[in-house]
């Protein structure tokens, strides 16, 4: 019998998707690229990465494929009953789900590490102490 460890937890607004993490993060970064925005409605998405043999997910999402600025897909997964973006998979980290650090129930140790597609930083916000930023892709 395999225990299953859970280590995080979260879901979407409406509570139709739900997944559990049985690993630790491997990093939180912060994208200021415009898809980003535009997903989010918002200046930045906030992403943690977990492994991605460690998430389980119950409840169906929907994906929307756009292209990141490599020309790469990106995968991004939203609750469709909802709307809300719960993680995102890229080409160049195909090891990791990329989560959607909002949608943790437990955002209390997030700790953002690095900063990408720091040149579309909406002017208002300034670099975050601490963090490695890059002007566009560090992958």
Known sequence: MIEHSCQ???GCLCGAVRYELSAG???TAICHCRNCQRQTGSAFSIVTGYPAAAYVQTGESSIFVDRGASGRPVERHFCGRCGSA????I???PELVLIKSGTLDDVA???PVIEVFCASRMAFLPE????ESFE????
């Open 91 to 93: 080409e160049p980290l």
């Open 25 to 27: 993060p491997v990093f």
């Open 8 to 10: 995080a937890t979260g």
């Open 128 to 131: 975050l102490p601490g963090t």
């Open 86 to 89: 719960l993680l995102s998979r």
């Open 136 to 139: 566009r892709s560090n992958v």
């Open 109 to 111: 140790a997030l700790d």
